[in-house]
């Protein structure tokens, strides 16, 4: 994990490793910001879904009892809105490094769409 202080507090870049790691664990709560229709076609299973364009950082879940790490395609969209939770009190906040490319290029599993059917399937790289 990577951590930068800024001015608003503790600025963290996860690995897919870490990530998955925490998950697992039940230690983070995965915030997705893509749009629905990406989040739709695959997505880190278990991922809550905020749209960077309705993001609320007020909205976020409380980090009492599990930490939040933001996440997108690229991870330039949870970068941005990770430094808005950070201005709006959220001390420690994280965002998966790479975002979901990363995760994918990780050979983690995800959510994806079956083709044959249109269902969500299961992918494991």
Do not use: N
């Not at 996860?14 to 910001?33: F, H, N, Q, R, Y």
């Not at 995760?103 to 079956?114: C, S």
Request: glycine share 10%; aromatic share 8%; proline share 6%.
């Amino acid at each position: 994990m990577d951590t930068e202080q800024i001015e608003t507090g503790t600025f963290e870049r996860w690995s897919p490793d870490e990530v998955e790691k925490a998950l697992t664990k039940g230690e983070i709560v995965v915030i997705d910001v893509r749009s629905p229709q990406e989040y739709a076609f695959e997505h880190i299973e278990g991922a809550l879904l905020m749209p960077m364009p309705f993001f609320r950082a007020d909205r976020l879940p409380t980090q009492d009892g599990k930490r939040v790490v933001l996440h997108c395609g690229s991870g330039l969209r949870s970068e941005k809105m990770a430094r808005i939770a950070s201005e709006a009190g959220y001390d420690p906040i994280a965002h998966l490094e790479g975002g979901f490319a990363a995760w994918k290029q990780a050979k983690k599993p995800y959510i994806g769409t079956d083709f044959a059917t249109g269902g969500p399937k299961k992918v494991i790289s």
